[in-house]
């Protein structure tokens, strides 16, 4: 039982990471259709982004935690957006009307482009960051000395993931903005006819995605304490699975899927075997995918008209 | 002549459309097309299907853009402008299929034509709908894509007005509705015009509707407008008749 709740811990926390990317992915799928390949390397961006920021601060003498946390937050969130900004400007609006295989096709280019990029100015050697934010509650004491832990980090990562869904979906569902973004995924061109920048729009929706991944990324390094150029596709892949999992195009979807993939691959490391993880993530998908062709909370593509 | 038509020599019109012509790719849409809207008129443009009506009302709206020619809005040359900077200008449309966001409320599809607004202005537009398409308020939470035709129609124009538009440009709103709807629709827009001076361009395939409602007329044959003229005049006309109004008024 203390096993189980220790697992299921780690899952919803791991899993939170895996949603907040997974939202960048359904958001650009809903507006324009396309998956953008890029993301999971705008996530490792974060990474590195905010382990600069934590380096330099310390350089400087600035180790306030609270402040190193939040500057960390600002200058990623801020190199992301930019990051996420250009990638469409440059790779995948000038292929809008285009057939619909070349911008992923660019966003495949874009992410080797940028894996590479880390990869070369940051070596490709792991870059650890010692544990920042220790210790936890003790919620459970069995006997065997099996704990149950809830660290701060996770409490951390878990809250962060709240505030940040409720303020999301709050932005999309109740301000002018949001009705904006929502306009455009459904039908571009009466957007357009109602006086909606469609193109500001759809860079909108890259911006946010992207801040999102930044969160997450901070998140991860701070977590796990290592990372490295690869990271990003790991999780750029999960993370798209959480999409496709709650339905793509579906916000909540990818929240909850991102948590299902999360706790699928803890539960299985935790009782099977780590190695086999990605398998029981990806047979699970398949499994919902033949009874939910939609995923599990996506709308089915015929509509009435 | 009718009055609207006499006092046009004198004044710039709201709308000028001269010389446009608009393709699809390689594809001719439109020749050469020439039309005038005077403030406070109601304009039709009537054709059969597939003459080229609906892309005259997309290429105003600059989507597409026009290869050749100018439209004017007041004076002022609007064929290069984006779709989104050209809807700033207090013309609004209600397109062809009506095109009501599916997923959305009533009132969010209302809001939506409403984005270009101050927001103080909004709940006396809403109000004003709300009026003139009672039914639209006993449904303002249910979405978009459950209405019937009639009500999305309503729902299409609704949103349309709510901009405060000066110009309104209606695509083909009685298409695929009950004939009691039409006409209640059309009341509407007569209303419209004549009570807040609502100057309305208005591409229709139903004819008869259309030219009695109208102040002037033009015909719309593969793209080429072939005649124009008052709504009365038009009516009464052969070539218009047997091509048109085929199997009797409704």
């Given at each position: 039982?203390?096993?189980?709740?220790?697992?299921?811990i780690?899952?919803?926390a791991?899993?939170s990471?895996?949603?907040l990317?997974a939202?960048g992915?359904?958001?650009?799928?809903?507006?324009?259709?396309m998956?953008?390949?890029?993301?999971?390397?705008?996530?490792?961006?974060?990474?590195?982004v905010?382990l600069?920021v934590?380096?330099?601060?310390?350089a400087?003498?600035?180790?306030?935690?609270?402040l190193?946390l939040?500057?960390?937050?600002?200058?990623a969130m801020?190199?992301?957006?930019?990051?996420?900004w250009?990638?469409e400007?440059?790779?995948?609006?000038p292929?809008?009307?285009?057939?619909?295989?070349?911008?992923?096709?660019?966003?495949?280019?874009?992410?080797i482009?940028?894996?590479n990029?880390?990869?070369?100015?940051q070596?490709?050697?792991?870059?650890?960051?010692p544990?920042?934010?220790?210790?936890?509650l003790?919620l459970?004491?069995?006997?065997?000395g099996?704990?149950?832990?809830?660290?701060y980090m996770?409490?951390i990562?878990?809250?962060t993931t709240i505030?940040?869904?409720?303020?999301?979906s709050?932005l999309?569902?109740?301000?002018?903005?949001?009705?904006?973004?929502?306009?455009?995924e459904q039908?571009?061109?009466?957007?357009?006819?109602?006086?909606?920048?469609v193109d500001?729009?759809i860079?909108l929706?890259f911006?946010?995605?992207?801040?999102l991944?930044?969160?997450a990324?901070?998140?991860?390094?701070?977590?796990?304490g290592v990372?490295?150029f690869?990271?990003?596709f790991?999780?750029?892949?999960?993370?798209?699975?959480?999409?496709?999992?709650?339905g793509?195009?579906?916000?909540?979807?990818?929240?909850?899927?991102?948590?299902?993939?999360?706790?699928?691959?803890?539960f299985w490391?935790?009782y099977?075997?780590?190695?086999?993880?990605d398998v029981?993530?990806?047979?699970?998908l398949?499994?919902v995918?033949i009874?939910?062709?939609?995923g599990?909370?996506?709308?089915?593509?015929v509509?009435?008209? | 002549?009718?009055?609207a038509?006499?006092?046009?020599?004198?004044?710039t019109?709201?709308?000028?459309?001269r010389?446009?012509?608009?393709f699809?790719g390689?594809?001719?849409?439109l020749?050469?097309?020439?039309?005038d809207?005077?403030?406070?008129?109601?304009?039709?443009?009537i054709?059969?299907?597939?003459?080229?009506k609906?892309?005259?009302?997309?290429?105003?709206?600059?989507?597409?853009?026009?290869?050749?020619?100018?439209?004017?809005?007041?004076?002022?040359?609007i064929?290069?402008?984006?779709?989104?900077?050209?809807?700033?200008k207090?013309?609004?449309?209600?397109?062809?299929?009506?095109?009501?966001f599916?997923?959305m409320t009533?009132?969010?599809n209302l809001?939506?034509?409403a984005?270009?607004?101050?927001?103080?202005d909004?709940?006396?537009?809403l109000?004003?709908?709300f009026?003139?398409?009672?039914?639209?308020k006993?449904?303002?939470?249910q979405?978009?894509?459950?209405?019937?035709?009639?009500?999305?129609?309503?729902?299409?124009?609704?949103?349309?007005?709510?901009?405060?538009?000066?110009?309104?440009?209606?695509?083909?709103?009685?298409?695929?509705?009950?004939?009691l709807i039409?006409k209640?629709?059309f009341?509407?827009?007569?209303?419209?015009?004549?009570?807040?001076?609502?100057?309305?361009?208005l591409?229709?395939?139903?004819?008869?509707?259309a030219?009695?409602?109208?102040?002037?007329?033009?015909?719309?044959?593969?793209?080429?407008v072939?005649?124009?003229?008052?709504?009365?005049?038009?009516?009464a006309?052969?070539?218009?008749?047997?091509?048109y109004?085929?199997?009797?008024?409704?």
């Amino acid at each position: 039982m203390e096993y189980f709740l220790q697992q299921l811990i780690n899952g919803i926390a791991l899993g939170s990471i895996y949603g907040l990317i997974a939202i960048g992915y359904t958001m650009v799928y809903g507006i324009i259709g396309m998956i953008n390949f890029a993301h999971g390397e705008v996530f490792m961006i974060g990474s590195f982004v905010s382990l600069s920021v934590f380096l330099a601060l310390g350089a400087l003498g600035i180790t306030f935690l609270p402040l190193v946390l939040i500057v960390m937050l600002i200058v990623a969130m801020a190199c992301t957006s930019l990051w996420g900004w250009t990638v469409e400007r440059v790779a995948y609006r000038p292929l809008r009307g285009s057939f619909r295989l070349a911008p992923l096709i660019t966003a495949i280019g874009m992410s080797i482009f940028l894996q590479n990029f880390v990869q070369v100015t940051q070596g490709a050697r792991i870059k650890p960051l010692p544990p920042q934010i220790e210790g936890g509650l003790t919620l459970m004491e069995g006997p065997g000395g099996i704990t149950v832990q809830l660290s701060y980090m996770q409490i951390i990562i878990i809250a962060t993931t709240i505030v940040l869904m409720a303020g999301f979906s709050y932005l999309i569902n109740k301000t002018s903005l949001g009705r904006q973004q929502r306009a455009c995924e459904q039908d571009r061109k009466m957007a357009a006819l109602l006086g909606v920048n469609v193109d500001r729009t759809i860079s909108l929706t890259f911006v946010l995605g992207a801040s999102l991944a930044a969160v997450a990324g901070i998140m991860y390094l701070l977590y796990y304490g290592v990372i490295d150029f690869y990271i990003g596709f790991i999780a750029g892949v999960k993370a798209f699975t959480a999409a496709v999992l709650g339905g793509i195009g579906s916000l909540p979807g990818a929240m909850l899927g991102g948590l299902a993939i999360g706790l699928i691959e803890t539960f299985w490391s935790g009782y099977f075997s780590v190695e086999y993880k990605d398998v029981a993530a990806f047979s699970i998908l398949a499994i919902v995918l033949i009874f939910l062709p939609s995923g599990l909370l996506g709308r089915p593509e015929v509509e009435k008209v | 002549m009718s009055v609207a038509a006499q006092q046009q020599s004198d004044r710039t019109p709201l709308l000028a459309i001269r010389g446009v012509e608009t393709f699809y790719g390689k594809i001719q849409a439109l020749r050469s097309v020439d039309v005038d809207v005077y403030e406070g008129e109601i304009v039709t443009m009537i054709g059969a299907n597939g003459a080229g009506k609906s892309t005259l009302m997309m290429t105003i709206c600059g989507d597409p853009q026009a290869r050749a020619g100018q439209i004017l809005y007041r004076g002022e040359d609007i064929t290069r402008l984006p779709t989104h900077d050209i809807m700033s200008k207090s013309i609004a449309q209600s397109p062809e299929g009506r095109r009501v966001f599916p997923r959305m409320t009533v009132m969010e599809n209302l809001q939506m034509g409403a984005i270009l607004e101050d927001e103080k202005d909004f709940d006396d537009d809403l109000r004003k709908v709300f009026d003139l398409f009672p039914r639209l308020k006993e449904r303002r939470g249910q979405r978009g894509g459950t209405l019937s035709g009639g009500e999305q129609q309503m729902l299409a124009i609704g949103r349309a007005l709510m901009s405060r538009p000066k110009l309104l440009l209606l695509d083909e709103p009685s298409l695929g509705l009950a004939p009691l709807i039409v006409k209640q629709i059309f009341e509407v827009i007569r209303e419209l015009n004549r009570n807040e001076g609502l100057t309305v361009f208005l591409v229709e395939q139903n004819a008869f509707h259309a030219l009695r409602l109208a102040h002037r007329g033009y015909v719309m044959v593969n793209g080429s407008v072939t005649m124009t003229g008052t709504g009365a005049e038009l009516l009464a006309r052969d070539e218009v008749r047997s091509a048109y109004l085929e199997g009797g008024a409704h």
